[in-house]
């Protein structure tokens, strides 16, 4: 992340990868003011047996891509909300990579669902996760399932049943 005012938002994606038991690093990286810090994470991320990488950050948003142009690994951006623009910046930053230096990128503050895409990605290579993520999706209707039932509960004179 870009910096720690943005853990409240990036903590969502490393819940789930926990709930999954997937190993993840957190780090405090600015590309604007840690620049050199960036470069070699990016740089040795694949030797550290990273395998993708979810890069949060907001305003310029230069985390994202700057990591993609230094490393092969696949790179999840999470535009994050600043008081400005209401997070527009950094999605419009994250999603206007030029040809060649690719950014998947998620809705504003989206890091369950940069979580989920990244854990996706490696179930296609590692079957027990793939499993695990398999419960987690049907875990997700059942939930939907219980809402409507509860749902049925409310108790309105004009509400149609």
């Known amino acids: 992340m870009g910096s720690t005012s943005d853990l409240p938002v990036m903590e969502k994606a490393m819940k789930l990868l926990d709930e999954m038991e997937v190993p993840f690093e957190v780090n405090a990286l600015s590309a604007h003011r840690t620049p050199e810090q960036v470069s070699d994470f990016a740089k040795n991320a694949k ?9 949060g950050a907001g305003m310029a ?11 092969t690994l696949p790179v999840i951006g999470v535009p994050i ?3 400005v623009l209401d997070g527009q910046d950094a999605l419009y930053s994250i999603l206007q990579m030029p040809p060649g230096i690719p950014v998947a990128t998620v809705a504003i503050n989206g890091a369950m669902n940069a979580a989920i895409l ?16 398999a419960v987690y999706k049907k875990n997700l209707a059942q939930k939907i399932a219980k809402a409507n039932e509860d749902l049925k509960a409310l ?7």
Request: aromatic share 4%; with cysteine; hydrophobic share 50%.
């Open 47 to 55: 030797s550290r047996g990273v395998k993708v990488i979810i890069a």
């Open 118 to 133: 990244a854990v996706q990605m490696l179930s296609l290579s590692d079957e027990k996760l793939a499993e695990k993520f």
């Open 61 to 71: 948003a230069a985390l994202p891509g700057v990591i993609a142009a230094e490393t």
């Open 81 to 83: 909300k600043g008081s």
């Open 155 to 161: 108790d309105y004179k004009c509400l149609v049943k």
